[in-house]
Nanobody, 116 residues
């Protein structure tokens, strides 16, 4: 089970932190990727990046300059930080687990609104 949590509403230029709490499995499970995907209103899905099972993150090219993906193995959580946000970063942010057989699970998502 993946459960995202986020700040709800943030102001432009701030840094958004979204957390994915994982239960029923470990984020260190071999060959698992813990991905971040978002969907802005009226737009399609946008892949942000992932955290590998071994602790190596990969930040997708579109948001790389503003993105940090990290993890806390003690809490079994993966975190996404997105800096210098603008209203265009308003979206539902999803945590997705991907195993050797493909997509394993989606969280329900957390809505982040960027507004002054």
């Amino acid at each position: 089970l993946l459960q995202e949590s986020g700040p709800g509403v943030m102001k432009p230029s701030q840094t958004v932190t979204v957390t994915c709490a994982v239960s029923g499995g470990s984020i260190t499970t071999d060959s698992y990727y813990w991905s971040w995907i978002r969907q802005s209103p009226g737009k399609g899905l946008e892949w942000i990046g992932y955290m590998r099972w071994d602790g190596v993150p990969f930040h997708g090219p579109t948001l790389r300059s503003r993105t940090t993906i990290s993890r806390d193995t003690a809490k079994n959580q993966v975190t996404l930080q997105l800096g210098s946000v603008t209203p265009e970063d308003t979206a539902v942010y999803y945590c997705v687990s991907v195993g050797a057989d493909g997509v394993d699970s989606w969280g329900k998502g957390t809505l982040v609104i960027i507004s002054s």
